[in-house]
């Protein structure tokens, strides 16, 4: 709930400091917030595959906000892919393989069906 109010009514004040533009800071405050999101669900279903799905998409959210903070939020960030621009690599690409390697690991580690 905190994190709910903060992001939605903090932006507007962060705005009039004179932090950042609505929408940069909007951006950063999102990613954040489904990052958070995105860990909750992970620990209630914590032990199954789809745990680690909701692990990969925390990252995700969290690069998200952490790419959009790598550029000054007073003005646009370059176009293209944010985090590519923010890191000169592939890196959210390599992350997907990454979270798919790991759910085909915990699938085959915890297979439950009967062995022979």
Same mark, same amino acid.
């Given at each position: 709930?905190?994190?709910?109010?903060?992001?939605?009514?903090?932006?507007?004040?962060?705005?009039?400091?004179?932090?950042?533009?609505?929408?940069?800071?909007?951006?950063?405050?999102?990613?954040?917030?489904?990052?958070?999101? $995105?860990?909750?669900?992970?620990?209630?279903?914590?032990?199954?595959?789809?745990?680690?799905?909701?692990? $990969?998409?925390?990252?995700?959210?969290?690069?998200?906000?952490?790419?959009?903070?790598?550029?000054?939020?007073?003005?646009?960030?370059?176009?293209?892919?944010?985090?590519?621009?923010?890191?000169?690599?592939?890196?959210?690409?390599?992350?997907?393989?990454?979270?798919?390697?790991?759910?085909?690991?915990?699938?085959?580690?915890?297979?439950?069906?009967?062995?022979?």
């Amino acid at each position: 709930m905190l994190l709910g109010a903060a992001v939605h009514f903090g932006v507007p004040l962060l705005v009039d400091l004179g932090v950042g533009t609505a929408a940069a800071l909007a951006y950063v405050a999102y990613g954040f917030e489904a990052c958070a999101a $995105w860990l909750i669900v992970a620990l209630a279903f914590w032990g199954k595959p789809l745990s680690v799905v909701a692990v $990969w998409l925390a990252v995700e959210s969290a690069l998200r906000a952490g790419c959009r903070l790598a550029f000054p939020l007073t003005a646009p960030p370059p176009g293209g892919n944010l985090c590519s621009a923010a890191t000169g690599t592939t890196l959210t690409a390599w992350l997907g393989i990454a979270a798919a390697a790991l759910v085909a690991l915990y699938v085959w580690r915890h297979d439950a069906r009967p062995h022979q």
